[in-house]
């Protein structure tokens, strides 16, 4: 590959220490509009419960909060750990990891805080809530982290991956349940 190559100009010779606005940049919170899937839990919920449902606020609140923590934490980790195989991909070489210095102590602790406030918002909200938070957060470690590393193993990276909408909705489900959680 030459250096004058769009590939290899792709590639910062000299990276720049990150920023705060970097290290939340990885959050991905412009996916946040995946947690749609909270909305058909929401209305099965209240379809099998009917006048039962009792939604409140706090718990709209708590379970998007789960679920925006726990994919952001699950995004660091897949940013940082995939930045090496990134930095080969046409797109994704443009991701914040490959063209930045992050210190990694700052990114387990940016992830521990993520899980934290998820699973704290679960636990505020239903052990049922809760309960599917862990998952969420597992699925992650299971999908990005070696020896496991699911999304390296065919098929498994389809299935695993494919997890993360279903749990979005039973975090919608967990919502509107929260009377017999």
Known sequence: MTSDSPAASALPL??????????????????????????????????????????????????????????????????????DFDQHHPTKSKRTAVQKKLRGAIIVIEWGILVGIGLTSAYLASRSMFLVAAVFAMQGIFYNVRPMRTKDRAYLDVISESINNPLRLMI??????????
Not at 20 to 42: E, V
Not at 64 to 82: G, P, Q, R
Not at 172 to 181: K, P, Q, Y
């Open 14 to 83: 000299d990276k720049q220490n990150a920023t705060a606005a970097d290290y939340i940049r990885i959050l991905r919170l412009d996916h946040s509009a995946k947690h749609i899937f909270i909305l058909p839990g929401l209305m099965l919920a209240y379809l099998l419960r009917g006048h039962q449902v009792t939604i409140h606020y706090a718990d709209i609140v708590l379970g998007l909060l789960t679920a925006v923590c726990i994919a952001s934490a699950n995004y660091v980790i897949n940013e940082w750990l995939d930045q």
């Open 172 to 181: 919608g489900w967990a919502i509107g349940w929260v009377g017999l959680s």
